[in-house]
């Protein structure tokens, strides 16, 4: 039989997935804020536990392919500016002259299809870590518990 949730529960619970957008005010803040939340009520409630975790939980995983973006966006923009580097002319920087030719353009295009993928996807993480968040502090208030889609659970 499962433990009644009272008020309390439902309002920390809540503002434990609420407290995650610090982190747009304070540098860590969605994990610090939420991380104190939890340890300090996770022994009064199991149902304020589950949400402890699950809040942590997600916020791990958005950093986590927030990184994995970054590190296959820096090679990708090391070799664009290597080719703007040519295409600029710089090194003959005494003619006070830039070389447009467009002819150079075409090279661009991979790289400018790559990165534009990587920011639709950037964003695209950004969409769902607000609206799961928001989805997840609806539900703890409510009394339901609710699972963060793609998060990877590294507090069991």
């Not at 939340?37 to 939980?57: C, H, M, P, R, Y």
């Not at 002319?89 to 993928?117: A, C, K, P, W």
């Amino acid at each position: 039989m499962e433990e009644s949730i009272d008020k309390h529960q439902r309002n920390v619970s809540a503002f434990i997935h609420l407290s995650t957008f610090s982190k747009y005010l304070i540098p860590f803040g969605n994990f610090i804020i939420p991380l104190l939340l939890w340890t300090s009520n996770k022994e009064k409630s199991a149902f304020v536990d589950f949400n402890g975790k699950q809040a942590i939980n997600f916020q791990i995983s958005i950093l986590l392919y927030s990184i994995a973006l970054g590190i296959i966006a820096i090679p990708i923009v090391l070799f664009s500016a290597w080719d703007f580097i040519g295409f600029v002319n710089i090194m003959e920087h005494n003619r006070h002259d830039i070389d447009f030719d467009f002819d150079h353009l075409s090279e661009f295009g991979i790289h400018v299809i790559f990165l534009g993928l990587l920011g639709i996807l950037s964003v695209g993480l950004l969409v769902v870590d607000v609206f799961c968040s928001i989805i997840a502090t609806i539900r703890a208030n409510e009394g339901i518990k609710y699972q963060y889609p793609f998060s990877i659970k590294f507090i069991k």
